[in-house]
Nanobody, 126 residues
Framework: QVQLLESGGGSVQPGGSLRLSCVAS??????????LAWFRQAPGKEREFVTG????????TVTDSLKGRFTISRDSAENTIYLQMNTLNPEDTAVYYC?????????????????WGPGTQVTVSS
């Protein structure tokens, strides 16, 4: 089990950038063998996969529509992952969630993730 806590959300104008953070606290003291991911959910829409990272090795994947604008990274010493979001537009407005699952493959199906943070709101508006 992993406790997750997101931060860094807020309001930004179109074209701006934000960096979200997610601190992970695993019950077993290590994130080895876990996948950590970012999902987002806009009002009236289903939760969608944004990006994920394999803690062991650091390989990543980003959903095609967000490649080039969104980047995931990690700080192993701090058990923290980040989501760098650039060139934001109003369609990026959503609650952003950090999620974790055991395994070696980064999957985009939210129901396969066992642990979730409470989420952080990102609003892109002029």
């Amino acid at each position: 089990q992993v406790q997750l806590l997101e931060s860094g959300g807020g309001s930004v104008q179109p074209g701006g950038s934000l960096r979200l953070s997610c601190v992970a606290s695993p019950s077993g003291w290590t994130l080895s063998g876990y996948i950590l991911a970012w999902f987002r959910q806009a009002p009236g829409k289903e939760r969608e996969f944004v990006t994920g990272i394999r803690w062991t090795g650091g390989s990543t994947t980003v959903t095609d529509s967000l490649k080039g604008r969104f980047t995931i990274s990690r700080d192993s010493a701090e058990n923290t992952i980040y989501l760098q979001m650039n060139t934001l537009n109003p369609e990026d407005t959503a609650v952003y969630y950090c999620a974790a699952k055991r395994g070696a493959v980064i999957l985009s199906t939210s129901s396969l993730y066992s642990d979730w943070g409470p989420g952080t709101q990102v609003t892109v508006s002029s």
